[in-house]
C-alpha cells in the first residue's frame, strides 16, 4: 500500500506541473456555476437546496474526468516510458490504483471547491444538508466509474486525443442509458432495465438524500469491471508479441469471471430494498411510525393499485419508479396485509374499462412538444386504495407538484406522497370502521360518569330525558361487550364536597331550567378513558336520538380511526369581492368532517370536536357564549382574526372592524393590537408597472418587496412545536401584533408560534397601496421604533368562563312580538328543529360551565384574511406554484389541537417546504458574484498549496544532497 501511495503522490503533483490542471478545473467551477445561477436560473426557483449544482453534474463529470485521465497510460505509451513502468519492482496492479486515486483526488479537489455554493444557500435559506451530503458522495463514487472507465481507455491508445474521445463516448453511453428520453422511450420493462443501466438514473436517486447499497455497489462495480480490464490490457502488453500460453487463458480466464460477478452481484443486491440510509431532514423517503401505526389497524386486505402508463409525459416518467418503490415498502412494512399491484390499463381495454366505470380513473391528455412536432399522449398516472367497500383514489394532482421557473420551464417533482397515500388510508380505514362501533378500536375500558339530581329536584323535561339516558347506556353496555361501565353521583349527597370538586376540576355548577323555574339541579355527563376525560354536552333535542348521538359522538372522539369534526364559523360569501375559502375547505375536509355553523343559537354543533373561526364579525352575545362555553367543555378554538378587514380587488382598501371577541380573548390573557405589522423580511407583491418598449406603453407585472407581507421563517418559527417547526416558511397577510397579560398563570401554558423580525415596525394607517417613487425599498415609510411581533400563539390549559357568576345568554327570555297576519304556512328551516313548534317548545336548558379542564386550548392568528382564496392566489402568482404554507399551519394546528399527531407528523416530511429569504435583483448578484469570487480564491488557495509542497520539496531534496 506504502507502494500506492507514493505513485498517488507523485501522480497527483504531476497534475500540476503544468498549467492544465488549473485550466480544467477553473472551467469546470464556471461553467458549473454559469449553470447553477444563470441556466437554471437558482434566485427564480426560489428552492434553498442546491439541485441545479448536482443535475447537471454527471454530464460536467464526463467532460472533467475525461480531460485529466487522458494522459494516464497514453503518454507514457507515447514516450516509451510504459516499458520501464511494467519491468519496475512495483506491480501492475500498484501502478494502477495509483494513478486511479490520484485522479480521484483531483476530482475531488474540484468537488471541494464548490463547497461555497451549498454554504451560501445555507445562509439564504434552511437547507436540507441531507441530500447535499448525498449529492458529494453520489459525484464522488460516479467520479470514481468515470475515472476507471478513462484509464482504461487510456490505456487502449497512445494517443491522448483519442482516449479524451474513447471516454467521452463510453461514460456519454453510460448516461444516456438512464435517461428519461430512453426509458420514456420503450418504457415498461425495457425501460426499467435501463434505468438501472444507466449512471445518471442512479446518480439522481442519491442526490435525492438516501443512500442505497445497491446505487453504492452499482459505480463499485464499473470501478471494479475497468479497473480489471485497465490491469489486463498492461498485462497483454507485457506479453504482447508472444504466443498464448497457458497463464494467458488463465489470465483470461479470471478477467472474465471479475467482470462476470461484478455485474451478477448487481442482480442479487437488486432485490434487496432494506438496505438504505435516508438522511434527509424528517427521513422524508422512509415510511413513518404513524404510516406504520395506522398499517397496523388494518383487520381487512387493504389493496394499493397503481396505474401508470408506459408511454406517458416525459417530466412524469422519472417520478414513476419512485412511487412505485414508496408502495412496495407499504406493502413489506404492511406485513402481508397489503396487496400492492401495478397494471397499465392501455394494455387491457377491459380494466380500463373497469377503471372508469368503477373508479372513474381516465387517462389524462398531455401535450408533449419539441422543436419538431407536437403530440398529445393520454397516460395514467393515479393509485387506488381500497378497503372493504370503500376506495380512495389518487391523481397526478394529489401526487405531483408543478413549479414554474421561467417561461415555458417546468420543474415537476412529487410533493409528499406518503403523506397522500397514508390520508386516503386513513380515510377507507375510518369509513369503514365508521359502519361499525367505536369500541371495535377502543383498547381499554370506557366509564361514564353522570352528575345528576333526583328526578324529584329535575325539570320535567329532563326527568324523561333521565329515564332516556339509562335506555342508551344500556344499549351501549351491551355494544361494548364489557368495555364500557356506568355510575351516577349526586353531587349534594354528601354535603357538598362532590359540587366543591366538581367546581373545581370541571367548572360545574348547579344549573336552572329557566326564570320562571329558578329550582337549581345538576345534570352533567362525562366520559373518561385512559386519562382522558370528555364532557358530553347536553343535546339541544331533549329526547333518545338526539342523547345518543350526543354520545356517540363523545365515544368516537375517544376511539382512534373515527374522522373528526370541525365546527367553522366563517364570514357569508356574499358579492363578488367576499372573503372565500374554498381551498382552505379542500384541503380541510381530507382529513376531517367539516360543519358550517354561524353559533346564532348559542350552541356549538354537539359533535364538533374543535371550533374554526375565520374572520368572525360582530359576534353577538349568543355566539360568544358558544365559543365560550364550548372552551369551558374542553374544546379546541382556532381563532383566525385581526381589527382590520381587507378587500383584494384590482386594488387593496383597508377598514376597522370589530370581531365581538375582544373582551373574551382580553379575559384570556390575550390582546390584539389596533395596528398592522410591517416587516423589512416580507414577502413580494405582484404590482402592474407601466413601461416604454419601443415607444409603445406596456403594462408588465413585477414582483416587489411588501412589507405588509411579513415573511415568517427560521427564528420567526417556533421550532420546538409541532405546528410550525415543519413549515419552514410561511408568509402572514396584513396582521396584527398580539400583546400577551403579564400576569403569570401557572395553570396555562402560552406557546408563541410565529413572530416577525427584528426590523419589523407597526402602523395603523390605512392605506395599503405602496409608494415606491417615495419609499423605493419599501413602499412605505418605515417606523422609527422597531422590534420582533408576536403574530401567532397557542394557549392550553384552564381557563375561567367570560360569563362565570352572570346569567346565561340563553336563559334570557326575547321580547314577544305579536306575529304578523299571513296567510302563508311558516316553514322550519332548520333541518334539525324539533317536531314542537315553537309556541309549544320548553324553554332550553341553561347553565354556565365556569371552568375548563386541562385540555382546553385557544390558538390565535392575528389576520383576518389568513388563508382566503384571494390571499392565497396573490402569494402562488408570486412564487409560480401554487401557495398552502397557511393551509398547512392550520391542518397542523387542528392535528395538534385533536392529538392527531399521526398525519402531522408526516406532513412535516414535506419536500417543497424550504424557500429562499426575499432578496432584490441587487442582493442576488451580490451572492452571485460571491460565488465566482469563492471559487477563484480557492484555485489561488490550491495552487498557493502547490506551491508550498514543491518549494518543502525541493529543501527536502537540497538537505538529502546536502548530507550525501
Not at 104 to 126: C, F, N, R, S
Not at 399 to 405: F, G, I, Q, S
Not at 536 to 553: F, H, Y
Not at 787 to 794: E, I, K, S, T, Y
Request: aromatic share 10%.
Amino acid at each position: 500500500m506504502a507502494e500506492t501511495l507514493r505513485i498517488t503522490r507523485k501522480e497527483f503533483s504531476g497534475f500540476f506541473a503544468s498549467p492544465a490542471a488549473f485550466l480544467f478545473l477553473g472551467a469546470f467551477l464556471a461553467v458549473t456555476l454559469f449553470i447553477v445561477f444563470w441556466v437554471e436560473t437558482f434566485f427564480a426557483r426560489n428552492l434553498a437546496d442546491v439541485r441545479p449544482l448536482f443535475h447537471w453534474m454527471p454530464v460536467l463529470l464526463i467532460f472533467l474526468v475525461a480531460s485529466l485521465t487522458m494522459r494516464a497510460w497514453s503518454e507514457e505509451r507515447r514516450s516509451g516510458t510504459l516499458e520501464s513502468l511494467l519491468t519496475s519492482p512495483v506491480a501492475p496492479w500498484q501502478l494502477v490504483f495509483g494513478k486511479f486515486f490520484a485522479g480521484l483526488a483531483l476530482v475531488a479537489v474540484a468537488l471541494l471547491l464548490t463547497l461555497p455554493l451549498p454554504i451560501t444557500v445555507a445562509e439564504l435559506g434552511p437547507l436540507d444538508w441531507g441530500p447535499v451530503f448525498g449529492g458529494y458522495v453520489a459525484a464522488l463514487f460516479l467520479a470514481a466509474a468515470y475515472v476507471a472507465i478513462g484509464l482504461y481507455m487510456s490505456a487502449r491508445t497512445d494517443n491522448p486525443i483519442v482516449a479524451l474521445i474513447l471516454t467521452v463516448v463510453v461514460c456519454g453511453l453510460f448516461y444516456l442509458l438512464g435517461s428519461p428520453t430512453l426509458t420514456t422511450l420503450f418504457g415498461g420493462p425495457v425501460g426499467h432495465l435501463l434505468a438501472l443501466i444507466g449512471s445518471g438514473s442512479r446518480f439522481e436517486s442519491i442526490t435525492r438524500g438516501v443512500l442505497d447499497l445497491r446505487d453504492l455497489y452499482y459505480y463499485l462495480s464499473i470501478v471494479g469491471v475497468f479497473l480489471a480490464l485497465n490491469l489486463f490490457a498492461l498485462e497483454r502488453l507485457r506479453w504482447a508479441g508472444n504466443p498464448t500460453t497457458a497463464r494467458h487463458r488463465l489470465w483470461f480466464l479470471l478477467v472474465g469471471l471479475t467482470v462476470a460477478n461484478f455485474v451478477a452481484a448487481n442482480l442479487w443486491l437488486d432485490q434487496i430494498t432494506w438496505a438504505r440510509a435516508d438522511m434527509t431532514r424528517g427521513h422524508i423517503y422512509s415510511l413513518s411510525g404513524a404510516t406504520r401505526r395506522y398499517l397496523g389497524e388494518l383487520q381487512e386486505p387493504l389493496l394499493i393499485r397503481g396505474y401508470f402508463s408506459a408511454k406517458t409525459h416525459p417530466l412524469l416518467a422519472p417520478l414513476v419508479p419512485q412511487v412505485k418503490d414508496l408502495l412496495e415498502e407499504y406493502a413489506v412494512a404492511a406485513k402481508g396485509h397489503v396487496r400492492v399491484e401495478f397494471v397499465d390499463p392501455h394494455d387491457d381495454p377491459q380494466l380500463a374499462e373497469q377503471a372508469a366505470a368503477k373508479y372513474a380513473i381516465k387517462p389524462v391528455p398531455f401535450q408533449v412538444a419539441n422543436r419538431y412536432q407536437s403530440s398529445v399522449v393520454s397516460s395514467y398516472f393515479d393509485i387506488l386504495i381500497a378497503y372493504g367497500d370503500q376506495y380512495q383514489v389518487l391523481n397526478y394532482r394529489d401526487l405531483v407538484e408543478v413549479k414554474a421557473r421561467g417561461e415555458g420551464d417546468l420543474e415537476v417533482g412529487l410533493k409528499n406522497p406518503e403523506y397522500a397515500i397514508t390520508r386516503s388510508i386513513r380515510k377507507v380505514l375510518n369509513a369503514y370502521q365508521a359502519g361499525g362501533s367505536p369500541f371495535e378500536t377502543l383498547r381499554k375500558p370506557v366509564h361514564f360518569e353522570g352528575y345528576m339530581s333526583p328526578d324529584a329536584r329535575l325539570p320535567q323535561q329532563l326527568v324523561a330525558l333521565r329515564k332516556e339516558l339509562d335506555a342508551v347506556l344500556a344499549e351501549l353496555k351491551q355494544e361494548s361487550g364489557g368495555k364500557f361501565t356506568a355510575h351516577f353521583q349526586d353531587p349534594d349527597a354528601d354535603g357538598g364536597n362532590l359540587a366543591k370538586t366538581l367546581k373545581h376540576d370541571y367548572g360545574f355548577s348547579p344549573q336552572v331550567a329557566s326564570l320562571l323555574d329558578p329550582q337549581p339541579f345538576w345534570f352533567y355527563m362525562l366520559l373518561k378513558y385512559n386519562g382522558q376525560t370528555i364532557q358530553v354536552p347536553l343535546p339541544a333535542q331533549l329526547n333518545r336520538a338526539a342523547l345518543k348521538r350526543s354520545l356517540e359522538a363523545a365515544l368516537q372522539r375517544l376511539a382512534p380511526g373515527f374522522l373528526k369534526t370541525v365546527a367553522v364559523v366563517k364570514p357569508a360569501a356574499y358579492g363578488p369581492h367576499a372573503q372565500r375559502y374554498s381551498e382552505l375547505s379542500d384541503a380541510l375536509s381530507a382529513n376531517t368532517r367539516l360543519e358550517d355553523t354561524d353559533l346564532k343559537n348559542g350552541r356549538v354543533p354537539d359533535d364538533a370536536d374543535l371550533l374554526l373561526l375565520l374572520a368572525p364579525d360582530a359576534l353577538d352575545e349568543k355566539q360568544i357564549f358558544a365559543v365560550d362555553q364550548f372552551l369551558m367543555q374542553g374544546g379546541s378554538v382556532v381563532l383566525a382574526s385581526s381589527p382590520f378587514s381587507i378587500e383584494v380587488t384590482d386594488s387593496l382598501s383597508a377598514h376597522r372592524h370589530s370581531s365581538g371577541l375582544e373582551k373574551w380573548l382580553k379575559h384570556n390573557g390575550i390582546s390584539i393590537g389596533e395596528t398592522m405589522v410591517l416587516d423589512p423580511q416580507d414577502a413580494s407583491l405582484p404590482v402592474p408597472v407601466r413601461r416604454n418598449l419601443g415607444g409603445l406603453p406596456i403594462n408588465e407585472i413585477r414582483m416587489l418587496p411588501y412589507p405588509h407581507f411579513p415573511d415568517i421563517r427560521a427564528a420567526g418559527l417556533n421550532a420546538n412545536n409541532a405546528i410550525t417547526a415543519s413549515l419552514g416558511q410561511i408568509t402572514l397577510n396584513w396582521v396584527s401584533p398580539i400583546v400577551l397579560d403579564d400576569k403569570p398563570n401557572k395553570e396555562r401554558k402560552v406557546t408563541p408560534l410565529l413572530r416577525s423580525s427584528p426590523g419589523s415596525w407597526l402602523s395603523g394607517d390605512l392605506n395599503l397601496v405602496p409608494d415606491y417613487r417615495v419609499w423605493p425599498k419599501t413602499g412605505f415609510k418605515p417606523g422609527a421604533k422597531r422590534g420582533a411581533q408576536l403574530l401567532a400563539v397557542a394557549v392550553e390549559g384552564r381557563f375561567d368562563s367570560y360569563f362565570k357568576g352572570a346569567e346565561s345568554p340563553l336563559a334570557k327570555q326575547p321580547d314577544k312580538v305579536a306575529p304578523a297576519k299571513t296567510d302563508s304556512k311558516t316553514v322550519n328551516t332548520d333541518a334539525k328543529a324539533d317536531e314542537t313548534s315553537p309556541a309549544e317548545a320548553p324553554p332550553p336548558i341553561t347553565n354556565v360551565i365556569n371552568r375548563s379542564p386541562e385540555s382546553s386550548r385557544i390558538i390565535l392568528v392575528a389576520s383576518d384574511t389568513f388563508a382566503d382564496d384571494a390571499v392565497l392566489n396573490l402569494a402562488s402568482e408570486g412564487l409560480g406554484t401554487r401557495y398552502t404554507r397557511p393551509l398547512d399551519f392550520l391542518q397542523n394546528a387542528i392535528d395538534w389541537s385533536l392529538e392527531d399527531r399521526g398525519l402531522l407528523g408526516i406532513r412535516s416530511r414535506a419536500q417543497f417546504a424550504r424557500t429562499l429569504l426575499p432578496m432584490d435583483r441587487s442582493t442576488q448578484m451580490f451572492w452571485e458574484y460571491l460565488n465566482y469570487a469563492l471559487a477563484l480564491l480557492g484555485l489561488l488557495a490550491v495552487g498557493l498549496v502547490r506551491t508550498w509542497a514543491r518549494r518543502n520539496a525541493q529543501r527536502r531534496y537540497r538537505l538529502i544532497l546536502a548530507e550525501v
